[in-house]
Nanobody, 128 residues
Framework: QVQLVESGGGLVQAGDSLRVSCVGS????????MGWFRRSPGKEREFVTA????????YFADSVKGRFTISRDNAKNTVYLQLNSLKPEETADYYC?????????????????????WGQGTQVTVSS
């Protein structure tokens, strides 16, 4: 089992950058694909980005391509989401999630159902 804890959220202005982190428990963190999702007020939770267990591949929602990056440090059991050029409409709770171990499905599958473990979320507020 993997427990996930996000941190790093906060209040920023439009155009600012922010890095949020997710720390996972357990010795098998490195075997899990990690994803980031977000839920804006009044909206469904949506996929943002994912990184493969070996960091060999990443995948982004079209809305964040070129502005957000994802990385991981398996030695620290941590995955990072760098949010650049933030927009007010990106105000949301950001969640990390894990699927695996050694997930064999399509890496491009962005469905929530493929993720087994979830963190509690960290709030990002972007003011205009």
């Amino acid at each position: 089992q993997v427990q996930l804890v996000e941190s790093g959220g906060g209040l920023v202005q439009a155009g600012d950058s922010l890095r949020v982190s997710c720390v996972g428990s357990g010795p098998t963190f490195s075997a899990y694909d990690m994803g980031w999702f977000r839920r804006s007020p009044g909206k469904e939770r949506e996929f943002v980005t994912a990184i493969k267990w070996n960091a060999g591949r990443t995948y982004f929602a079209d809305s964040v391509k070129g502005r957000f990056t994802i990385s991981r440090d398996n030695a620290k059991n941590t995955v990072y989401l760098q949010l650049n050029s933030l927009k007010p409409e990106e105000t949301a709770d950001y969640y990390c999630a894990a699927r695996g171990p050694y997930y064999i499905g399509s890496f491009a599958d962005t469905g929530e159902r493929t993720y087994k473990y979830w963190g509690q979320g960290t709030q990002v507020t972007v003011s205009s």
